[in-house]
């Protein structure tokens, strides 16, 4: 799917969203859905559409088929033996919890334990060609009732910018996302940063790394936020132990399914670590899943699920995902409670492929 602009990051620039998504049908014919997030390059982590393709195939879906399902919840225990690959994983976990809750008819997010009836939503910008465009789309999305304005960063593109947004915008909740662009090194540079209230720094450091922040962190006023170091429950338990951030960002993919995601916000919230729910350009069925998992308490920060008509000319769910005053009212259908549309599905898909259980 095209996107209505270029999205640019440290690690480079997305155009055409290519992705996989998971239908899990019932005897009764229901559909559950889910999305794999990982994009065409490995760039933001190690997994590809490619890569996620071939877990599905040749690893995830044989394991399904080896017992009988009871509760979406079991879904991540029987893919802990497959290393990684953690978007694979909460492709099909994820379609199989829509298709859970639609069985028991309720919505997604009161089967996750959700709790509420609207989310605050944020904003990410990813870095433009000059500082006065960026300075216009910031305006465009706070006049859009966005409740935090997130601007990427790398190193040429970040103090003056960031003093310059700033400036211009003295009261705005202000967050900066570097992709891991930084080292110890920059250390001065970032903690420059102390300056200009941001509401925490995103992966300044290594994708991989949580020695390092801890270090950062201690030296900066502002909050660290892990993202692309989190995985699991076990990730965040090291992170917060060592001092590497105050706050995390929970994607769903990145952490391998829905059921991690729970687990990483309980541990958190019982440890006083606030969350919010980050985003991979979704198509409407990965933002579903992300409004749903949003709506648990512990999720205290605006995260990055932006309206449909953000990303694309037309999204792939109906109604389309939409913010007003900077929230998404959560749908009370069952399941993610946005009906995908086939016919647009079925006008993107370059391939689709039907595994059944005993093949
Ligand atoms: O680091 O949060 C990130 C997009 C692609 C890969 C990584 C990230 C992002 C975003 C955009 O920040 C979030 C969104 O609007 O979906
Ligand atoms: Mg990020």
Not at 105 to 118: C, D
Not at 260 to 277: Q, Y
Not at 278 to 290: F, V
Request: charged content about 25%; some cysteine.
């Amino acid at each position: 799917m095209r996107m209505k602009s270029p999205f640019t990051t440290s690690f480079g620039t997305e155009w055409n969203k290519q992705f996989i998504l998971v239908e899990a049908r019932d005897e009764d014919g229901r559909s559950g859905w889910g999305e794999a997030v990982a994009m065409a390059e490995p760039l933001y982590n190690e997994e590809t559409v490619d890569t996620v393709w071939i877990l599905l195939k040749k690893h995830l879906l044989p394991l399904l088929w080896q017992r009988e399902l009871n509760h979406p919840r079991e879904v991540a225990g029987w893919f802990t033996p497959i290393r990684r690959n953690y978007m694979a994983k909460a492709a099909v976990e994820g379609a199989i919890w829509d298709l859970f809750a639609k069985e028991q008819g309720i919505p997604l997010y009161r089967a996750l334990g959700g709790n509420k009836n609207a989310i605050d939503v944020g904003i990410s910008i990813g870095i433009q060609k000059n500082q006065e465009e960026l300075l216009a789309v910031i305006e465009k999305y706070c006049n859009e009732g966005y409740k935090r304005i997130k601007i990427k960063i790398m190193p040429g593109w970040d103090t003056e910018i960031i003093a310059a947004v700033r400036c211009r915008f003295p009261d705005i909740l202000l967050m900066a996302d570097a992709n891991s662009a930084y080292t110890l090194e920059d250390i001065n540079r970032l903690a420059a940063l102390d300056r200009y209230q941001l509401m925490m720094l995103e992966q300044p450091l290594a994708h991989d790394d949580m020695i390092d922040h801890a270090q950062l962190q201690q030296q900066l006023r502002t909050p660290v936020c892990l993202d692309e170091s989190i995985h699991s429950v076990e990730d965040a338990r090291k992170a917060i132990e060592l001092g590497s951030c105050r706050i995390i960002n929970i994607k769903v993919g990145r952490v391998g399914g829905l059921t991690e995601a729970c687990r990483i916000h309980d541990f958190c919230r019982s440890h006083n670590v606030p969350v919010w729910c980050g985003g991979m350009l979704e198509s409407g069925i990965g933002r579903a899943h992300n409004i749903a998992i949003t709506t648990l308490p512990g999720f205290t920060l605006p995260g990055d699920t932006a309206a449909s008509s953000r990303y694309w000319e037309q999204d792939l769910i109906l109604p389309e995902v939409t913010v007003e005053q900077g929230r998404v009212q959560v749908p009370e259908e069952p399941g993610i409670g946005y009906e995908p549309c086939r016919e647009r599905i079925d006008y993107h898909t370059l391939y689709s492929e039907t595994f059944r259980n005993g093949e």
